[in-house]
């Protein structure tokens, strides 16, 4: 800057910022900004959009990108309660036999469409806990968020009102 004859600066035509690297902020998109880890195809925001004319059905909406399915997936499978074995137990793994095949019956009919509460009981062994695992993991493959409780923890969650505040639908 030049100094006038009251030795104050006076402006110039020079840019307010510097053209080189201000601003920071300059991207056009999120996929411009290289973040380690990010996802190739959505910049790792979780979506992206369809490059379709004006007035087309998908014009300007969100696709969620298979790295957000992904973590949803994750975050849902976490939630779950299932441990273990659990993690792996499904229909075509279970063993049927006569005196289970109506149960099976019932939780691959709740299965496809879960809404309210499952609850099976009976004898130890016959599998009460594999059919409603199964379900769980049937749901959580069609990305429908489920939850596996053994009746003791149930009650305590009820006790304590947590379950309350949780937002796990359907109860399984």
């Known amino acids: 800057m030049k100094a006038n004859k009251d030795n104050l600066p006076t402006p110039t035509a020079s840019p307010v910022w510097p053209t080189s690297d201000w601003p920071p902020y300059k991207t056009k998109s999120v996929k411009d900004l290289h973040l ?13 959009r369809q490059n379709v004319q004006v007035g087309h059905a998908d014009f300007g909406r969100l696709i969620a990108c298979a790295c957000r399915l992904q973590e949803q997936n ?14 792996e137990a499904t229909f075509e793994n279970y063993k049927i036999n006569a005196a289970n095949q109506s149960a099976v019956q019932v939780a691959r009919k709740f299965a496809q469409d879960p809404r309210a509460w499952l609850t099976l009981w009976g004898c130890y062994g016959p599998g009460k806990t594999h059919l409603l695992a199964a379900v769980v993991n049937h749901c959580l493959a069609d990305h429908i968020q489920a939850v596996y409780y053994t009746l003791p923890d149930l009650l305590d969650l009820l006790r304590q009102g947590k379950l309350l505040d949780q937002q ?5």
Do not use: I, M, T
């Open 36 to 48: 380690p880890e990010a996802c190739p195809d959505c910049g790792g925001s979780g979506y992206f």
């Open 74 to 87: 994750r975050v849902r499978q976490q939630q779950s309660q299932l441990k273990g074995w659990l993690v």
């Open 168 to 172: 796990l639908h359907p109860l399984v």
